[in-house]
C-alpha cells in the first residue's frame, strides 16, 4: 500500500513539473490547437498549447520504471505499446500542427499504426499465456488461447479510439481516466496482477496532475500524444491481467463516446437528420447548456461508481 500511494505522489509532482515546463515550450513551438469550426463553444480556445501527453505520460512512465526496476515482462510490454501508441498520436498532432488543420494522419493511415501495435500487442498474449479472461463480478475466469488474439486486437481499436473521441471538454478524458486507472490498478492489485498494477496508479498520479493544468479553462490539452497512448495503456493493462471484461464497464465513458459517434453517423447516413445535436455525446449535453467542468465531473462519478460496484465484491 505504501508503494503505491508512493508511486502516485511521486508520478504527480513529476508531472505538475513536467506540464508546467512543457506549457510555454509548446507555446514557443507554435504547437497551438485548430478549433474545428463547427464547435462554436470552443472558439476561445485556439491556439491553446496541444501534445501535453508527452509530458504527464512521461511522467507516468519515469515513475512506474523507478518504482518496478526489474519488473515482469507484461510491465514493460505494457510500457513499450503505451508508448507505441504515443507515437503514433505525437505523429498525428504533428501533422495537424504542419498543415495547420484538424486533420493529421488520414482515417486509413492511423488505423494501419493503431492495427499493427494491436496484433503485436494481441500475439504477445497468446506466446506467452496471457489468454485468460475474468468474468466480471462471478470470480469465473476462462482460457481463451489464441481466441485472445481477434479479442485483443478489437480491445486496443476500441478502447484507443474511445478515449480518443472522449477527449473532447477541458478536463473530461483526464479525470474520466483518472478514475479509470485508479479502480483498474486497485482490482489488478487484489488479484495479484503483477507489476502492471504500478503502472496503473502511476498513470493515475500523473493524470491527476495534469488535471491542475486541463480543468477548465484549461491551460494544456493532452492531443492525440496523450489521448491514443492512454487508451493504449488501458488495453494493455487490461488485457494482461485478464481484465479485458472490465473495459466496457469501468471505461462506460469511452464506450459511450463510441456508440454515439456510430449512432450519429448511421442515423445521418439513413435519414438525414441527427440524433444528438452533436457528438460525441458530451458535445450534445455542452449544447445543451451544461458547462464542460460540469459534464467532466458527472462522467468522472459515474467512472468511479463503476468501479466501486467492480471492486465490492473482491472485498
Known sequence: MRDILWVMLFAFVLSLILCAAAIPLLRR??????????VKEHANKKGTPTMGGLAFISAAAIAAVFFCLG???PFYVALAVGIGYLLVGFLDDMLKKHRGDNLGLRPYQKI???LAVAVIAGVYCCT?????LRIPYTGRAFDIGWGMLPLGVFVFLATVNGVNLTDGLDGLAGAVSAVFFLFLGALVQIQGGGDVAMLSFALTGALFGYLIFNTSRASVFMGDTG???LGGFAASIALFSGNALVIPILGGAFVLSCISVILQVIYYKKTGKRIFLMAPIHHHFQEKGYAEAKISYTYAILTAAAGVTLLLPLV
Open 227 to 229: 489521448s491514443l497512448s
Open 112 to 114: 494501419f499504426f493503431q
Open 29 to 38: 513551438l507554435g504547437a497551438g490547437q485548430n478549433i474545428l469550426h463547427y
Open 71 to 73: 519488473g515482469d515482462k
Open 128 to 132: 506467452e499465456g496471457l489468454t485468460v
